[in-house]
């Protein structure tokens, strides 16, 4: 349904069939940096482990803790070899207490080509639901401790045909002393016609000293984006990079608060050495083995040219525990250092560590965010813990060692909070289609400088919200709300630092949360922009550097009108919802210093008939339909096209900034 508020609006609309005549003034405007766009990453839906984070190795170093038993789950015995969990008098590490131990069990014998008994044993692993294998590098690794004389071998292979697609063999260093690290590097000979596929390690066990080998941190790797070790998944990666974002909020929202005030996200458990790193509580019903930690999350917004929003845990957990006021100091301390291992000199304490990860040079870190959402999980008494002492502490103690770092609360001006100076806001809005529409003026009258830190229509119109469930799907008609959601924000881009669409990946195989801007599963194929996707692309690459005033009514054309003086180009981008009787809306525009005969390229998205219309993973279906056409300036200076009902159109009189910023990103690449 339709609120009240828009339908009298839309009644201020005399004819539609007339045109909606915009001029835009060269004065007035919010002069600010150019509105950011950018998304949130959390693992809620296998989309760190099993997504961003390129590992293929399901339960890798046999983690758990009281939430989450040590199991072998997707490990499975080759010939007979006995498999079960030791917890060693020493370990492979503290962080990794537990391993697997591998014994001939009931094996069978077999003759090899040169007439010799062998008892070849091992075991494979499924991966998160399955592994793609094409014709490329993999890199692996696994520790093992037991004396053994001979070789391993490696490969992978389909888990339907038991067809091997590659191997390799690695001579053994094994002995009994200790735990040694064997890596390996592996390239399939064909590529695999599906992802139904698994990783296996065998060797024979008559090289044994002592019955049995134990195995931790068994670890494989396809190439990753921009070839960084322990890094991201390529297709994933780039996906994300083609729509240009420009922040990255991380490590997300419930990840970072953990289930209990014991189990949040420690960000010094991410850093170092895998076998360092100890497991964590995920949230969202599985554990998580924090390889995409701190570090992965720095070098990805570096190498995709994104400002990162660092989320720090501001003394809240999940289930409601607060920390009280007199046990803070620990949290702020931590806080401080985080920030000072991301930015400071490589001569401060904290800094010299980040240097001796590899990375010298400080990060860029601009914004910190202290907390997530706490006006919802800990209820009254917790929200008001955080405006009485949590925020306020966290404030003082980062601005004063930091003043050039925004430093953001989890509420919003809208949360019944009013935010104390120099602080920002961060609002989140997960709504209905009519429910984003109405977010074109929301920040009119605000002062306060806020992020949108999740956004995305999820309920249909007419649903019951969070009663009614998520679309599985984005879908069209939830596609235009956003647009028209981030026009308003972009017309007060003076306060609004950026909106950051979440959450922003799902596997297709298990999810918690339905929908998000890219669908994936194993097969890379599956990998699928959403209609949300087009939306924001569009948006993130014609970036103003500042709005421009302008004279017409909103309804049911929704813009903003700005300018990027970078590229010296005038910039329209326009939404129209539920336009009457679905009419198309004849647009006049013109930009005050636009001369006759200048030229403009105008993009227009429309999707299908039905709004319900979605991008679809497994037919390949996409429901966008761009169009780019050449529009010419007429002797009075005015721009004359027509927009369809449920669209969205940028105009450029220039390139966009994206081949500037482009230019930039890759010459600091070098």
Not at 226 to 235: A, C, E, L, Q, T
Not at 403 to 411: A, C, F, L, N, R
Not at 532 to 545: D, Q
Request: with cysteine; hydrophobic share 40%; aromatic share 12%.
């Amino acid at each position: 349904m339709v609120s009240l508020k828009l339908a009298a609006l839309a009644a201020a609309v005399v004819s539609l069939a007339a045109a909606v005549n915009i001029t835009v003034s060269s004065e007035g405007g919010n002069a600010t940096s150019p509105h950011q766009y950018g998304f949130l990453h959390e693992d809620i839906n296998y989309s760190g482990d099993g997504g961003l984070y390129a590992e293929l190795i399901n339960n890798r170093a046999f983690q758990g803790s009281a939430v989450y038993p040590v199991t072998l789950a997707h490990w499975y015995p080759i010939n007979g070899a006995a498999l079960s969990l030791q917890n060693l008098s020493e370990p492979l590490s503290t962080a990794l207490p537990i391993s697997m131990n591998v014994a001939a069990g009931k094996a069978n014998s077999s003759v090899d080509s040169c007439n010799q008994s062998k008892t070849i044993i091992g075991f494979y692993n499924d991966g998160y639901f399955g592994m793609d294998v094409k014709i490329k590098k993999y890199t692996g690794s696994f520790w093992v401790k037991g004396g053994y004389d001979g070789v391993f071998e490696a490969s992978l292979q389909s888990n339907i045909t038991g067809e091997v697609f590659g191997s390799t063999t690695v001579k053994s260093m094994s002995t009994s002393l200790e735990w040694i690290e064997h890596q390996f590097e592996l390239t399939p000979e064909k590529d695999a016609p599906n992802s139904n596929n698994t990783f296996a390690i065998t060797f024979d066990a008559g090289g044994i000293e002592d019955n049995s080998l134990d195995f931790n941190l068994i670890s494989l790797f396809p190439p990753t984006y921009k070839g960084r070790k322990n890094g991201i998944r390529v297709d994933l990666a780039e996906v994300l990079e083609e729509f240009h974002p420009t922040l990255f909020r991380f490590p997300g929202g419930n990840m970072l608060e953990g289930l209990t005030k014991n189990t949040w996200w420690d960000w010094k458990n991410t850093i170092g050495p895998l076998k360092d790193r100890p497991e964590f509580d995920g949230v969202w019903g599985y554990p998580q083995t924090n390889g995409l930690g701190l570090m992965e999350y720095l070098y990805l917004a570096e190498d995709m040219g994104m400002e990162p929003i660092v989320a720090v845990y501001g003394g809240m957990a999940l289930d409601g525990s607060v920390t009280p006021q007199d046990e803070l100091q620990y949290f702020i301390d931590d806080a401080l250092n985080e920030i000072e291992f991301i930015r400071g000199p490589a001569t401060s304490k904290w800094g010299s560590v980040r240097a001796s990860l590899g990375h010298s040079e400080p990060f860029k870190l601009q914004y910190v965010e202290v907390g997530n959402e706490d006006w919802l999980a800990g209820g009254a008494e917790g929200w008001a813990t955080y405006m009485k002492y949590r925020f306020p502490m966290f404030l003082e103690a980062i601005s004063t060692a930091y003043p050039d770092i925004e430093v953001i609360s989890s509420g919003s001006v809208f949360d019944n909070y009013t935010i104390p100076e120099p602080g920002a806001g961060d609002y989140h809005i997960y709504g209905t289609p009519d429910s984003m529409v109405e977010q074109y003026d929301l920040f009119d009258n605000v002062t306060i400088p806020h992020i949108i830190g999740e956004a995305a229509a999820v309920h249909p119109n007419g649903g019951t919200d969070w009663d009614g469930g998520l679309m599985e799907y984005p879908w069209w008609g939830g596609a235009i709300g956003e647009a028209v959601s981030l026009i308003g924000y972009e017309r007060n881009a003076n306060k609004i630092i950026g909106a950051c669409y979440a959450p922003i990946i799902r596997s297709l195989d298990s999810w918690a949360w339905a929908s998000t801007m890219v669908q994936f599963a194993a097969d890379p194929a599956l990998t699928t922009k959403s209609t949300s996707w087009y939306i924001w692309e569009l948006f993130a690459g014609h970036l103003m550097t500042h709005t421009l005033t302008s004279t017409a009514d909103f309804i049911p054309l929704y813009y903003v009108t700005g300018k990027n003086e970078d590229t010296g180009a005038y910039i329209f981008k326009g939404a129209v919802y539920n336009s009457t009787n679905e009419a198309d809306i004849p647009v006049s525009l013109s930009f005050d210093g636009v001369e006759a005969g200048t030229e403009a390229e105008l993009t227009i998205l429309t999707g299908p008939e039905n709004p319900y219309g979605y991008n679809d993973p497994f037919t390949g279906v996409n429901v966008v339909k761009t169009t780019k056409e050449k529009v010419v300036a007429s002797e009075d200076g005015v721009f004359e096209f027509s927009l369809p009902n449920m669209s969205f159109s940028v105009l450029n009189t220039g390139s966009s900034a994206l081949s500037k910023r482009s230019e930039m990103r890759h010459g600091q690449r070098g």
